[in-house]
């Protein structure tokens, strides 16, 4: 283990000085949400207390800071995935808005039937639908990368997968049910040498990997969506980042207010992205939280707090694959923070209800990944997901619930 | 009620014993009325075959996968309405769910005796998002009596 201090930084967080039924709580769901340091939970409080405006319109002085702030906000995330401009960095309200607005904007105005988009078979919903929106209203279809039987991408399958009718590949750079990393790099080289643009789900990556492996400049993804609320910020805010000379040719598919150059009775003109697509009045408390939740990560020493949280997967993991009636739901060799896996001896349901009167907090279900779940023929996984909070007696009282329903279901 | 008290009601014998061998399990051939439960939050599946003989339920089973409660709630329906009248298995239905659903403050569920062994399922209602397991394969029963036939019923 390292030296990493997780007690320090755990005590950032207000959440955990609580008990949950009598017990310190293990809070092991943080691929569903991540809980907020006291740097985000002050920087939306403060905003409200001191800065409450509205942005891009008042020339008072709240107007100005809270569009200082918005716009100080757009500035950090473009640090943070080292886009060339603040101006390729779209506001949204998460993962989900990000790819559907490249969906409707960049993808089905170009779709034509028999076109494809490829994606994989370790896609969250997010990820599929809005491609299968698209797709059926042109005719078009969505193929994927199949997965081995680990949960890694066979990636012999790729070449012949990546074909002239392909107009996007949409890809997860990590899975959220098996916590697989994809080699984003080498994947985009692959489509880009095929003249096919790239859409990264960076919802799981963003909070767990290194800043080499998100920055866009040397993945060259062409879109990268990720949600503020999985990366220690609130919810209701997310980014989307789109290189330039895509953003400039892409339709707005929302209008309203602050989208537009000039509006006619009959007719209006649109701004230049990224106003362009942040039609009405936006998130903005919690875009400045998300920038301070940013900022706060960018401020850790990341490769300590992320070799710990390695660690405490790769224990977690060697306790349950020794235990008979376990099984682990992805294995693959390239994994952070997800610890996937079904006893055969309890439903999810039924251990995740006794996890939580051990003070465990895990999810259990199908992590809106239905198509993982079929390729592994289970209905449902119980799924740990560790940050750099967590501690070993996270993973002890884990442990400690399992065999609680062990004993339960198998007396 | 201590906390280790409510697990202890809501996993209690009769329904691990029926979560584990649930019984009236397969399809009931003839079958004149059926229907598919799923909860697409967790996804249980239920599908759900009767015969009615006039008025009576004469047969009742079904084939699933779902979680300890959900498998011996279809398991236990399926004893408590074989063999009873239609009217009376619906208004089972309502008493089922009212006891469910209950406010968790109430200390005795309403109904036990008409509800029988199915009055186990009273300590669901301190946990709300077990709620749906237990209900799943009544709410696909009273879809598959419906008059104008069945379906696939959904509870999320």
């Known amino acids: ?411 | 009620m201590s906390d280790d008290a409510e697990l202890d009601e809501l996993y209690q014998e009769l329904i691990m014993d029926h979560g584990r061998r649930p019984r009236n399990t397969g399809v009931a051939e003839p079958c004149s009325h059926r229907a598919h439960g799923h909860n697409p939050l967790c996804g249980d599946k239920l599908a759900l075959t009767l015969r009615v003989d006039g008025d009576v339920i004469a047969d009742v089973k079904f084939l699933g996968e779902g979680c300890a409660i959900s498998t011996a709630s279809a398991s236990l329906m399926t004893q408590a309405v074989k063999g009873r009248p239609v009217t009376e298995v619906l208004d089972l239905y309502h008493r089922f769910h009212a006891l469910v659903t209950a406010d968790a403050g109430e200390t005795a569920p309403p109904d036990a005796e008409a509800l029988g062994k199915l009055a186990a399922f009273a300590g669901v209602r301190r946990f709300p998002t077990r709620v749906k397991c237990a209900s799943l394969a009544w709410h696909t029963l009273e879809a598959a009596l419906r008059p104008e036939g069945a379906s696939t019923v959904t509870t999320e």
């Open chain 1, 1 to 411: 283990m390292s030296a990493f201090d997780a007690a320090a930084l755990r005590a950032e967080f207000p959440v955990f000085e609580q008990t949950i039924r009598g017990k310190a709580l293990a809070y092991l769901d943080n691929g569903a949400t991540t809980q907020k340091p006291r740097a985000v939970i002050d920087a939306v409080t403060r905003f409200y207390a001191h800065d409450n405006a509205n942005i891009h319109r008042a020339v008072h002085t709240l107007g100005e800071r809270a569009t200082a702030g918005y716009e100080g906000a757009r500035a950090i995330a473009a640090r943070f995935l080292n886009a060339p401009s603040p101006n390729e960095i779209i506001f949204t309200r998460g993962t989900t808005e990000g790819i559907n607005l490249v969906a409707r904007s960049f993808v089905e105005p170009r779709l034509q039937p028999g076109d494809e988009i490829l994606v994989t078979g370790m896609e969250h919903h997010a990820n599929l639908v809005p491609w299968h929106m698209v797709c059926q209203a042109r005719g078009a279809r969505v193929t994927h990368v199949p997965l081995l039987d680990d949960g890694s991408l066979d990636l012999d399958a790729l070449p012949g997968l990546l074909t002239d009718r392909v107009r996007l590949f949409a890809v997860t750079q990590v899975s959220n049910a098996l916590g697989t990393v994809n080699p984003i790099r080498a994947l985009v080289a692959q489509a880009h040498a095929r003249g096919i643009p790239v859409l990264v789900d960076a919802a799981q990556a963003v909070a767990h990997l290194p800043a080499a492996a998100l920055d866009v400049q040397a993945t060259g993804a062409d879109f990268v969506a990720f949600s503020g609320h999985k990366i220690y910020g609130p919810t209701g805010i997310g980014v989307l980042y789109g290189r330039s000379e895509h953003l400039s040719a892409m339709p707005p598919i929302m209008g309203g207010g602050d989208m537009i150059r000039e509006v006619f009775l009959d007719r209006s003109t649109y701004a230049e992205p990224p106003a362009r697509f942040e039609a009405g009045t936006p998130p903005i408390a919690e875009a400045i939280g998300l920038g301070a939740a940013l900022t706060w990560f960018m401020g850790l020493d990341r490769e300590a707090a992320l070799a710990h949280e390695d660690a405490l997967l790769a224990r977690a993991t060697a306790a349950l694959a020794a235990q008979p009636g376990v099984r682990l739901i992805g294995t693959a060799r390239e994994k952070v923070t997800v610890l996937s896996f079904v006893l055969d001896f309890a439903h999810p349901h039924d251990a995740a209800t006794f996890f939580d009167f051990e003070g465990v907090a895990v999810r259990a279900g199908h992590h809106c990944a239905q198509p993982v779940m079929a390729r592994f023929g289970v209905p449902a996984t119980l799924r740990a997901t560790f940050a750099p909070y967590n501690t070993e007696a996270d993973v002890e009282a884990l442990l400690r619930a399992v065999a609680r329903v062990r004993r339960v279901f198998t007396e």
